[in-house]
């Protein structure tokens, strides 16, 4: 997707709201504005509540239970 904007007189551009909701980003939102070269990306960051929501999420994605000590004993025998 390639959308053209103009640069307003304080160094603005809008994001369009079709990208905003794509991306998940929300007015107080903040972004990164990564610098690549002569390219510009913007990437949202991620929420906290999200990433705990994420992170407490993992045991229930598991299709079975893991012996992690059964694991590591077995890599360094």
Do not use: C, N, W
């Not at 229930?60 to 000590?69: A, H, N, S, T």
């Amino acid at each position: 997707m390639i959308i053209k904007r103009i640069v307003g007189p304080k160094g603005q551009v809008v994001i369009p709201k079709d990208v905003r909701d794509l991306l998940g980003i929300a007015p107080g939102d903040e972004i990164l504005i990564e610098v690549d070269g002569k390219s510009v990306k913007l990437h949202p960051t991620s929420k906290k509540d999200d990433f705990l929501e994420k992170f407490f999420d993992i045991p229930k994605k598991l299709e079975k239970k893991i012996d992690i000590e059964a694991q590591i004993d077995e890599e360094y025998d």
